[in-house]
């Protein structure tokens, strides 16, 4: 069984820095083709797409957050870690991982983690 | 990089059909996934690829995709498929991932 478990603080201040981990067990981030996502969701919102790490270490991020964002992979562990810096209220956010499956040319996000809740405010 | 377009609401008698659209021109090059999330749950993927349910998603899910636009039908809408439905694919680029905008699908 595959699962996903998002942690890190609740409260953050404005301007500082957000790191969140995702911690997951039932694959290997070793394992050719695998991948681990994270995905934000601000209150009432949009789901958005923000960073993703491949097992060879290959990195995309939001083109829209980039020059914020950070994401890094600890095999032993089984942990995959997003950075973000300068945080704003706008921020705040339900914040997701989810492993990157796919097959025949195609991918998906599944299963996801339960989400961990971010505010920022002062 | 690339938008996709959902309808914000969209709402079907129980027991009919309903298909949730998700517009956007990646979508010529690259299948859309499909995202039920209810309130306070994480997402859940009901359709990937060309047509793919997860083991546990009713038969009742089916997605096609034509030109720009992909969609989610429904066949026979049931109570518990009231949800947020999200659809999500490739960027242009190829390297980035976009979600719609999301449909709240109402069971009346």
């Known amino acids: 069984q595959i699962t996903l478990k998002e942690s890190g603080p609740t409260l953050v201040k404005p301007t500082q820095t957000l790191t969140l981990t995702c911690s997951f067990s039932?694959?290997?981030?070793?394992?050719?083709?695998?991948?681990v996502g994270w995905i934000r969701q601000p209150p009432g919102k949009a789901l958005e797409w923000l960073a993703l790490i491949y097992w060879d270490d290959d990195k995309r991020y939001s083109p829209s957050l980039e020059r914020r964002l950070t994401i890094t992979k600890d095999t032993s562990k089984n942990q995959v870690v997003l950075t973000m810096t300068n945080m704003d209220p706008v921020d705040t956010a339900t914040y997701y991982c989810a492993q990157r499956r796919a097959d025949w040319g195609w991918d998906w996000f599944d299963p996801w983690g339960q989400g961990t809740l971010v505010i920022v405010s002062s | 990089s690339s938008e996709l377009t959902q309808d914000p609401a969209v709402s079907v008698a129980l027991g009919q059909t309903v298909r949730i659209t998700c517009q956007g021109d990646?979508?010529?090059?690259?299948?859309a996934s499909w995202y039920q999330q209810k309130p306070g749950q994480a997402p859940v993927v009901v359709i990937y690829?060309?047509?793919n349910r997860p083991s546990g998603i009713p038969d009742r899910f089916s997605g096609s995709r034509s030109g720009y636009t992909s969609s989610l039908t429904i066949t026979g809408a049931q109570a518990e498929d009231e949800a947020a439905y999200y659809c999500?694919?490739?960027?242009?680029?190829?390297?980035?991932?976009?979600f719609g905008g999301g449909t709240q699908l109402t069971v009346l």
């Open positions: 690829g060309q047509n």
């Open positions: 999500n694919s490739r960027d242009s680029s190829g390297h980035h991932w976009v």
């Open positions: 039932g694959f290997s981030l070793r394992n050719s083709g695998v991948g």
């Open positions: 990646n979508l010529r090059n690259y299948y």
